[in-house]
């Protein structure tokens, strides 16, 4: 990607083509330091810091108090470095697990975001701009194709589908 100055090269042989993936981190370090241990090392750092911030928006947004956003996130990051598979799933690399979890816990933040402001005030003109900012997050994501579809826009969709069928309180 930094080489040839597009998402994906016409050059390489990908095993899993994400143009939305975590190249787009190591790009401006690679142009830093070069193809090296510290740009890798560097993004691997913002990707956590992106990961946890994520995680604690999802949790904001579900209207979770501090203290328990806390212990959520230390508890995940926690379980996350507990063996040897998950600190290299999570940790050594981005690849679409760990995006696919990225992309959940931004866009569950999102939905929850325009539910709460739905709530609030159901004529809210921000609902449209907060609808705009889900579609444009959810396209992003499927530029990932199967692997983001299959892992964080079809579970939202359905899961959000759930919620407005089965919710019992009537307006």
């Known amino acids: 990607a930094y080489n040839t100055k597009s998402l994906l090269s016409k050059d390489f042989f990908y095993a899993c083509k994400l143009p939305f993936g975590g190249q787009l981190l190591m790009i401006p370090f690679i142009g830093m330091f070069g193809v090296s241990m510290k740009a890798h090392l560097i993004g691997m750092c913002l990707f956590a810091v992106l990961f946890v911030f994520s995680l604690a928006l999802l949790l904001k947004s579900m209207k979770w108090d501090f203290k328990w956003i806390s212990v959520m996130v230390f508890s995940t990051v926690f379980a996350l470095m507990s063996s040897d598979k998950l600190r290299e799933i999570f940790w050594g690399h981005i690849i679409y697990y760990s995006l696919g979890i990225l992309f959940i816990f931004i866009g569950l933040a999102l939905v929850f975001y325009t539910l709460n402001k739905y709530e609030k005030d159901k004529n809210n003109r921000m609902l449209i701009v907060s609808s705009i ?39």
Do not use: Q
């Open 133 to 171: 900012i889900i579609f444009f997050w959810f396209f992003l994501c499927a530029m990932n194709k199967t692997e983001s579809i299959t892992i964080f826009s079809l579970p939202v969709i359905c899961g959000l589908m759930g919620e407005r069928f089965f919710d019992l309180k009537k307006d």
